[in-house]
């Protein structure tokens, strides 16, 4: 029986702190970010998503508000302009159970978010071999852009991904 209820999102203060600190730990499982001040990167996104089977969490995304620093690292490796008035948000931090995954639970995950940004601009990376995320991000609107680029955070390249404004 499939019991997964639709995803949980909302602005990271409207949650409580353990729920904060499993959303952590999800990003930390997957390995594709730094975990510097990460929790502190969650806290000021603009909203974040949970979806859950039962009582257990299979799945965390965020729609994050990049840093400048982080946007123009990500904009040079990828060669393109990503500047704040085109792209206020970034689709990151997805990550599903590896029990989880060939259900599509990427789209439930990162609908939510992408209606949360109001038609405002996104941009999102992902691992070049990850074709089920190119799969979500194509089915929200995304266009691949750019040039691959090497990851710092494990053996794959990156690839960029934008949405544009409405």
Same mark, same amino acid.
């Given at each position: 029986?499939?019991?997964?209820? &639709? @995803?949980?999102?909302? /602005? +990271? ?10 959303f ?31 009582s257990?969490?299979l799945?965390?995304?965020?729609? /994050?508000? &990049? ?7 990500? @904009? !040079? ?5 990503l ?14 159970? +590896? ?12 609908? &939510?978010?992408?209606?949360? !940004? /109001? ?9 070049v ?5 190119? /799969? ?6 995304f ?6 680029? +090497?990851?710092?955070q494990n ?10 404004? !409405?």
């Amino acid at each position: 029986m499939n019991c997964i209820a &639709p @995803a949980v999102a909302g /602005k +990271p203060a409207s949650f409580e702190a353990v729920a904060i600190e499993d959303f952590v730990a999800f990003v930390l499982a997957g390995g594709e970010v730094t975990p510097h001040h990460l929790k502190d990167r969650v806290l000021r996104a603009e909203n974040i998503s949970f979806l859950r089977e039962g009582s257990c969490l299979l799945g965390v995304a965020g729609l /994050k508000i &990049p840093s400048e620093h982080h946007r123009r690292e990500v @904009a !040079a490796a990828a060669e393109v302009s990503l500047g704040v008035k085109e792209f206020a948000f970034e689709l990151g931090w997805v990550f599903v159970l +590896p029990s989880a995954r060939g259900r599509r639970l990427s789209f439930p995950l990162c609908a &939510p978010l992408v209606e949360a !940004a /109001k038609g405002k601009g996104i941009f999102a990376t992902s691992r070049v071999t990850n074709a089920g995320m190119h /799969k979500t991000l194509a089915r929200l609107g995304f266009s691949r852009a750019g040039k691959e680029w +090497p990851s710092q955070q494990n053996e794959d390249n990156l690839a960029l991904f934008v949405r544009n404004a !409405a």
